[in-house]
């Protein structure tokens, strides 16, 4: 009988010990569940805004063109007697350097001649000079009715003194003629055509070649509207970069030197020039910038200060969203200055150290109450009910 009965009693403890055991473990629960809020804010990330002074970045593009380009003639006719080896088509030849010469002989008789010319010419006023001095001298006994300039030869002087100058011009002008003998480059060029070979007569005036001036090239390139506004305020001599892109990049410096101050009417954009010293590098060991290159040309316009450089994701109707002071989102009205790459660059309406949000919820609102990355709840800072109902709300 006393078996019996502890065999009733020991079950009947234990369940109690172990319903006693879950209250306990209930009640438990319950209090960390009212001592511990759930934090129910999004996440966010956040950057904390700065100011800084960007200088603008332009780019446009042309293609590479002589500064200046001459149709070689010759000045006097006659046979071709020799010829520069580099004046070929695609050859470079040197300022002062000979392209081809004419044969001399009868330009070199031609000066003889003239100088022959003006020694008879001097020898005719010397002869006048003295005849008028002995006409003068025999006027001192003479009546001054009688003394006229034919009889002093006034005339016969005045007229060997122009014989003498016409002879002079004249010897100008067949050394001149001896000299054109001699076909000079009158600039570093490149040779793009030549139309002669030795032998061959030819008369003056007749275009035998061309030449482009490689002492100096430019590069005509457009400027857009919306970038007018941002070119420096003195674009004369202004630094530039000049590049062509491809397997192989080839970049040099040059000048901005002028605009061509007119808009062009089917682009509605602006012409500016840019120049480039010894483009074929003949005085230097830079690489060959060819005629024709379609290239880039870079160069620093205004530079805006207190502009903030956001990426461009972060910018939505002109507006930013930040979190202020009481750990809420708040949308701000911003105002974008220019567009940079990936960038834009905002010049009004945040402040340094404002809360950029880098990474929004997924229905972003006013007044959202938002957890920041990397902080750790706290009773203090854990959602009321209200703040649980935005939350809700937003994510319906």
């Not at 009947?12 to 473990?25: A, D, K, P």
């Not at 008789?109 to 008028?132: D, P, V």
């Not at 911003?334 to 660059?345: G, Q």
């Amino acid at each position: 009988m006393k078996k019996t009965w502890i065999k009733i009693v020991i079950p009947v403890v234990i369940l109690g010990v172990g319903f006693l055991g879950m209250g306990l473990l209930k009640a438990s629960a319950k209090q960390d569940e009212e001592k511990k809020p759930l934090d129910l804010r999004p996440t966010v990330r956040i950057k904390s805004a700065e100011a800084i002074d960007y200088s603008v970045q332009l780019d446009s593009y042309g293609e590479v063109r002589p500064f200046e380009s001459t149709q070689i003639s010759a000045q006097v006719a006659g046979e071709v007697v020799s010829w520069n080896e580099q004046f070929v088509a695609g050859g470079l030849v040197r300022r002062g350097e000979v392209l081809f010469s004419i044969e001399k002989d009868q330009y070199e008789a031609a000066l003889l001649q003239a100088e022959a010319n003006l020694q008879l010419a001097k020898a005719q006023l010397i002869e006048e000079q003295a005849r008028a001095d002995v006409a003068r001298a025999e006027t001192k006994n003479m009546p001054k009715n009688r003394i006229t300039d034919l009889y002093l030869r006034k005339p016969q002087v005045l007229s060997a003194r122009a014989n003498v100058k016409s002879a002079e011009a004249a010897l100008k002008i067949a050394q001149r003629d001896l000299d054109n003998c001699d076909i000079v480059a009158p600039y570093d060029a490149l040779v793009v055509s030549r139309d002669l070979g030795k032998g061959q007569y030819v008369n003056k005036g007749s275009q035998v070649a061309e030449i482009y001036n490689v002492e100096v090239a430019e590069v005509t390139f457009p400027i857009a509207g919306f970038d007018s506004a941002f070119l420096p305020d003195n674009l004369s001599q202004h630094p530039a970069v000049i590049a062509v892109k491809g397997n192989k990049r080839i970049q040099r410096n040059g000048l901005i030197t002028r605009d061509l101050g007119i808009v062009d009417k089917a682009t509605r954009m602006s012409q500016l020039v840019a120049q480039i010293k010894d483009p074929y590098g003949i005085h230097s060991n830079a690489p060959a910038l060819k005629f024709g290159s379609y290239v880039e040309v870079s160069f620093t316009g205004k530079t805006l200060h207190n502009v903030f450089r956001l990426p461009q994701e972060l910018v939505t109707q002109h507006k930013v969203w930040v979190v202020n002071s009481e750990q809420a989102l708040e949308s701000k009205q911003v105002e974008v200055a220019r567009e940079d790459d990936t960038y834009f660059l905002v010049s009004a309406g945040l402040v340094n150290d404002d809360r950029i949000v880098l990474t929004l919820p997924e229905y972003p609102q006013n007044g959202l109450k938002v957890k920041l990355a990397g902080q750790k709840s706290s009773p203090a800072t854990s959602v009321t009910d209200d703040q649980a109902t935005i939350v809700a709300k937003a994510s319906k």
